[in-house]
């Protein structure tokens, strides 16, 4: 199967059209299937600025990036990658270290980052999270049979893998160790 460019591709009767699951969201099983029929990305088509979105599944992380004003990621090379770009109180772009971050808390408890005021927190405690260095590297790796782009987080058990959806469009898959369901999200290249 080809990557999904907007027009019509092979599916299960029944099933949502690959543009209603990239934008309504389906189960992880539908977005696994849709993610299996995408073309492989090569790792130097990543460098570059993307803008980031959840794509919804009921993973307890649907919506949390977003609520806590996750822009996107940005790779100024194969080798400097920064995997978690937010949008900060001012409106200015800062890169995350996600080593700051309780990842393995928010593994076992997802539902803590739901509690009122946490996304005000997050953004008063962003300059303490920030970092200048990159925190991730592009690889290829092989992902459900398939070789492709993947970003290799530096300093937890994060690795988001790539599939293209169309030459502005990748579908991400999160596998973070410890987490039985993968997360799914879209990058899109920002403007110039």
Aim: glycine share 14%; with cysteine.
């Amino acid at each position: 199967m080809t990557a999904y460019s907007g027009g019509p591709t092979a599916r299960a009767p029944g099933a949502a059209p690959p543009g209603d699951l990239l934008r309504d969201g389906g189960s992880a099983g539908e977005l696994l299937a849709l993610f299996d029929g995408l073309a492989a990305v090569d790792v130097t088509d990543l460098v570059g600025a993307w803008l980031g979105a959840g794509v919804p599944t009921g993973h307890p992380f649907d919506g949390l990036l977003e609520r806590l004003g996750w822009h996107g990621k940005r790779f100024a090379g194969t080798e400097d990658g920064f995997p978690l770009v937010f949008r900060g109180a001012g409106g200015a772009l800062c890169s995350v270290d996600p080593g700051r971050l309780p990842l393995a808390l928010l593994v076992r408890r997802p539902g803590l980052a739901r509690l009122p005021l946490v996304d005000r927190l997050f953004r008063g405690v962003l300059p303490l999270l920030a970092t200048r260095a990159p925190r991730s590297r592009l690889r290829t790796v092989e992902h459900r049979g398939v070789r492709t782009a993947a970003m290799v987080y530096d300093s937890v058990p994060v690795i988001d893998v790539f599939r293209r959806v169309d030459d502005r469009t990748l579908l991400g898959v999160m596998d973070l160790r410890g987490m039985p369901e993968p997360f799914f999200f879209l990058l899109r290249r920002a403007p110039a």
